[in-house]
Nanobody
Framework: QVQLVESGGGLVQAGGSLRLSCAVSGSSFSIWPAGWYRQAPGEQRELVATITGGGSTNYADSPKGRFTISRDNAKNTVYLQMNSLKPEDTAVYYC?????????WGQGTQVTVSS
């Protein structure tokens, strides 16, 4: 069973930064893609960024240039560095990995950006 545990969310003022972490259980993490998604109140869950096992990244338009996704395969951890945060970035952020065609999700971590 693959488990994901996010941390690092919180309350920050507009223009500030946060770094989210996602610890993923399992010994084969390095070969699987991972990503961050977010869901604001009343909205659908949306892609933020993804990263392949080899380190190739992809970003949604909104966070591009402000957020950076990375991974440390030795620590089975995925990170999301968020800079220049805006109130519209307020959401619950979820970590995801897809292994053998199955989606796995963390419990989510709240990010609130005040204006």
């Amino acid at each position: 069973q693959v488990q994901l545990v996010e941390s690092g969310g919180g309350l920050v003022q507009a223009g500030g930064s946060l770094r989210l972490s996602c610890a993923v259980s399992g010994s084969s993490f390095s070969i699987w893609p991972a990503g961050w998604y977010r869901q604001a109140p009343g909205e659908q869950r949306e892609l933020v960024a993804t990263i392949t096992g080899g380190g190739s990244t992809n970003y949604a338009d909104s966070p591009k240039g402000r957020f950076t996704i990375s991974r440390d395969n030795a620590k089975n951890t995925v990170y999301l560095q968020m800079n220049s945060l805006k109130p519209e970035d307020t959401a619950v952020y979820y970590c995801n990995t897809v292994q053998f065609g199955r989606d796995y999700w963390g419990q989510g971590t709240q990010v609130t950006v005040s204006s």
